[in-house]
C-alpha cells in the first residue's frame, strides 16, 4: 500500500520562507505531485517531481530525493492568500494519485 | 475549456436513504478519479477509472458504493444505504492520460451531510 507523512500545521510570517516535508511509502512510485486546497475550494495542482532535483514554479518550489523517499515544497515570499492546506501526493505507472492528510498552512501579518 | 462538473453541490440525507453524485469530466480526459474528503482530512482516493474500466477500487467501500463510467466520459457515484460517517466532501478529478500526465484537475465537490 501506500502511506504519506506531512506536517500537520505550520505558521509562518508574510515575506517569510517556509518548506513543507513529505516522507512516503508506496510500491510502484512514478512521481511526487503537490495541490493547495483553500477552505471550501478544490485541490488544485501545483508542482511535481518524477526525477530527483527541485522543480520551479514563481514562488513555489517542490523538491524529490526518490533514494530517500522524501519530498518538500518551499513557498517563498510568503503572502496571506497562501494560508491553505498543502498536499503531497503520490503517483504511479498507472496514474493512481494518493494523498497525505495535508498541512495547514496559516501565513500571519 | 471547461472544468471538471459536479452535482449537486450540496445534499443533505437521512442514514439509510440513497444518495447519487454525477460528475462529467474535462473533454477528452480518460482518468476518471472518486475521491472522498473527511474534513481535516486528505482525499481519500475511492475509485479510479481509465476510460469505462476500473483501474483501482481497492478503497471502495462495496457493500455500501458503487460507481460507473459509461461510455468512458460521464460518472456517477452511489451511496446505499448512506451512513452517518459518510458525511464528507466526494471530489471528483480527471486527467488526460493515465500514468503520464502529471496534474489532475478537480471539480468543487458535492458536500454530504447526513443525519
Known amino acids: 500500500g501506500q502511506s504519506l507523512e506531512q506536517p500537520s500545521e505550520v505558521t509562518a510570517v508574510e515575506g517569510a520562507i517556509v518548506q513543507i516535508n513529505c516522507t512516503y511509502q508506496?510500491?510502484?512510485?512514478?512521481?511526487l505531485s503537490w495541490y493547495q486546497q483553500h477552505d471550501g475550494g478544490a485541490p488544485t495542482f501545483l508542482s511535481y517531481?518524477?526525477?530527483?532535483g527541485l522543480e520551479e514554479t514563481g514562488r513555489f518550489s517542490s523538491f524529490l530525493s526518490r533514494s530517500d523517499s522524501y519530498g518538500y515544497l518551499l513557498l517563498q515570499e510568503l503572502q496571506m492568500k497562501d494560508s491553505a492546506s498543502y498536499f503531497c501526493?503520490?503517483?504511479?505507472?498507472?496514474?493512481?494519485?494518493?494523498f497525505g492528510q495535508g498541512t495547514e498552512l496559516s501565513v500571519k501579518p | 475549456e471547461a472544468g471538471v462538473a459536479q452535482s449537486p453541490r450540496y445534499k443533505i440525507i437521512e442514514k439509510r436513504q440513497s444518495v447519487a453524485f454525477w460528475c462529467n469530466p474535462i473533454s477528452g480526459h480518460a482518468t476518471l478519479y472518486w475521491y472522498q474528503q473527511i474534513l481535516g482530512q486528505g482525499p481519500k482516493l475511492l475509485i479510479q477509472?481509465?476510460?469505462?474500466?476500473?483501474?483501482?477500487d481497492s478503497q471502495l467501500p462495496k457493500d455500501r458504493f458503487s460507481a460507473e463510467r459509461l461510455k468512458g466520459v460521464d460518472s456517477t457515484l452511489k451511496i446505499q444505504p448512506a451512513k452517518l460517517e459518510d458525511s464528507a466532501v466526494y471530489l471528483c478529478?480527471?486527467?488526460?492520460?493515465?500514468?503520464?500526465?502529471?496534474?489532475?484537475?478537480f471539480g468543487q465537490g458535492t458536500r454530504l451531510t447526513v443525519v
Open positions: 478529478a480527471s486527467s488526460s492520460r493515465q500514468g503520464v500526465e502529471k496534474e489532475a484537475f
Open positions: 508506496t510500491s510502484g512510485f512514478y512521481g
Open positions: 477509472f481509465q476510460n469505462n474500466g476500473v483501474v483501482d
Open positions: 501526493a503520490v503517483r504511479d505507472r498507472r496514474g493512481k494519485l494518493i
Open positions: 517531481n518524477a526525477l530527483d
